[in-house]
């Protein structure tokens, strides 16, 4: 090889020194935790489903719901991919690298169930059929401001989220009557307290060294995600247009009803603010305060 091609191979940024040191045993045990409880979708039998005597209707709505309960599930991952990708150049502990591998893995181990049940159920749907619905996906997958952040500031805004998204998962556990679909739920909802409690060592560890700008902007652009695509149509249908309200909440509602780990929208809005003013509790120690969202803060009867 010609010395100028190894100067090309050169790599840029140096990653030397390559630490293998642990700062941060709690990070560790998350990551030894995560490796013990790993587990295959696609050792979860589906044919319960796939033979059950369900309506047409109701087919239909519950492949709408996994299906959105897919895309949701990879819509975890950018947020996860732009963070690995600091960790690693700013030579982050190998805890913080292998929690964010193991996170986006474990993600992605959930889209896949999900979009597994949504094949039994009556088909998945690879894109949203309403055309609304085509644009909401892609904001939630928008990192641009979390970029602008220090490390741990743009990852909090989406562990927070983890927790709220816990909550509502529990309460479709619960609503789950078919066994595939309750363990789904159940080994998805093992791995999301693994990211919450990931939320609440990067609390511990580094909220107290956010500059006030930063902490300001953590609560704004929370809240505005959650305004902006996790209601519409992605956590609760509140914010949806009209029509596509009533649809997509109607088939919620038949999908819970027939026990597919789906939730009525009326319900949801109880469960998001439970959740929120936990979080709200949980953050305002470290001086962020998040926005008054009127959506969940003054609820309203969702009218399908
Ligand atoms: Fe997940
Ligand atoms: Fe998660």
Redesign the pocket.
């Known amino acids: 090889m010609q010395p100028s091609l190894l100067e090309e191979l050169t790599p840029v940024p140096n990653p030397y020194p390559i630490q293998s040191e642990l700062s941060y045993p709690d990070i560790w045990t998350l990551c030894t935790q995560a490796r013990d409880l790993a587990w295959d979708p696609r050792s979860i039998d589906y044919q319960d489903i796939e033979n059950a005597d369900l309506p047409a209707d109701v087919r239909d709505a519950g492949a709408e719901w996994w299906s959105l309960r897919a895309w949701m599930e990879h819509g975890?991952i950018p947020y996860g991919a732009e963070r690995l990708r600091d960790a690693i150049y700013s030579h982050l502990p190998f805890e913080i690298k292998q929690h964010v591998v193991n996170?986006i893995a474990?993600?992605l181990r959930?889209h896949e169930a999900s979009f597994h049940i949504a094949q039994a159920l009556g088909g998945y749907q690879p894109s949203p059929r309403a055309d609304y619905f085509q644009s909401i996906i892609p904001q939630f997958h928008n990192e641009n401001e979390e970029k602008t952040m220090s490390f741990f500031g743009g990852m909090a805004v989406n562990t927070l989220f983890?927790q709220l998204?816990g909550e509502l998962l529990q309460a479709r556990y619960e609503n789950a009557q078919f066994d595939s679909i309750k363990l789904a739920c159940k080994l998805i909802l093992r791995?999301?307290a693994r990211?919450i409690q990931f939320g609440r060592v990067i609390m511990r560890h580094f909220f107290g060294e956010l500059s006030s700008a930063e902490k300001l902007l953590l609560g704004q652009q929370f809240a505005k995600k959650l305004k902006g695509s996790l209601l519409n149509g992605v956590y609760a249908v509140v914010n949806l247009p009209e029509d596509e309200r009533r649809r997509a909440g109607r088939n919620r509602a038949l999908a819970a009803q027939h026990g597919l780990g789906a939730t009525h929208p009326d319900d949801e809005i109880d469960v998001i603010k439970r959740a929120l003013d936990e979080i709200r509790e949980d953050v305002s120690k470290y001086g962020i305060e998040i926005p008054h969202i009127a959506e969940v803060d003054d609820k309203q009867p969702i009218v399908l």
């Open positions: 975890a996170f474990e993600e959930h983890e998204s791995d999301e990211h």
